[in-house]
Nanobody, 115 residues
Framework: VQLVESGGGLVQPGGSLRLSCAAS????????MRWYRQAPGKERELVAA????????YYADSVKGRFTISRDNDKNTVDLQMNSLKPEDTAVYFC?????????WGQGTQVTVSS
């Protein structure tokens, strides 16, 4: 099983980034996909989630209207489009797949929002 995140980097406030997570080794289309983030000294927090069929979404209040989660069940990928980025969005972003008690994590990708 692998979840590999990409797309992180350094961006100025107000800018955009698109994170992508490539999944392999499990039945991707049956799993809820989530993006979490963890800033230095803080707990990991759920940013966005998407149901297995791509219909139902969840967003943390802090990112509503700025971030969009999407998935491609043919390509086994889940993306996080991040717009209007703020310094407080700086964190390591993790991709997570969950189905019942089964839980997979990626290694994370760093997002830094700074001028």
């Amino acid at each position: 099983v692998q979840l590999v995140e990409s797309g992180g980097g350094l961006v100025q406030p107000g800018g955009s980034l698109r994170l992508s997570c490539a999944a392999s080794g499990f039945a991707f289309s049956r799993y809820v996909m989530r993006w979490y983030r963890q800033a230095p000294g803080k707990e990991r927090e759920l940013v966005a989630a998407l149901s297995s069929d791509g219909v139902t979404t969840y967003y943390a209040d802090s990112v509503k209207g700025r971030f969009t989660i999407s998935r491609d069940n043919d390509k086994n990928t889940v993306d996080l489009q991040m717009n209007s980025l703020k310094p407080e969005d700086t964190a390591v972003y993790f991709c997570n797949a969950v189905r019942g008690p089964v839980d997979y994590w990626g290694q994370g990708t760093q997002v830094t929002v700074s001028s």
